[in-house]
């Protein structure tokens, strides 16, 4: 089971992070944060190989979002700056590419 937690509303370039808690250490497994605006299909954000030495974002936010895993609080995080209002969508973390957390609302706008 993964428990999401920390989205919200936030002005453009403010910043938001997301927090996803497993039962279990996260580390050793594929590490991902997904999202899915209105009208549109879900979309890769940002994962983290298994070990943690490889990541992968997508374009649109590179240099905004950082994805990391902390074993010692079974946590996956997403730590969120300089948000556009583009960026609002549900947010959803993945893990092991099988569990899915509950989804988090980030609403970007003045």
């Known amino acids: 089971q993964l428990v999401e937690s920390g989205g919200g509303w936030v002005q453009p370039g403010g910043s938001l992070k997301l927090s996803c808690t497993a039962s279990?250490?996260?580390?050793?497994?594929?590490m991902a944060w997904y999202r899915q605006a209105p009208g549109k299909q879900r979309e890769l954000v940002a994962r983290?190989?298994?070990?943690?030495?490889?990541?992968y974002y997508l374009d649109a936010v590179k240099g905004r979002l950082t994805i990391s895993g902390d074993d010692d609080e079974n946590t996956i995080y997403l730590q969120m700056n300089h948000l556009l209002p583009e960026d609002t969508a549900v947010y959803y973390c993945?893990?092991?590419?099988?569990?899915w957390g509950q989804g988090t609302q980030v609403t970007v706008s003045p």
């Open positions: 993945n893990l092991g590419l099988r569990y």
């Open positions: 983290m190989l298994p070990g943690g030495e490889r990541t």
């Open positions: 279990q250490s996260v580390s050793i497994y594929h």
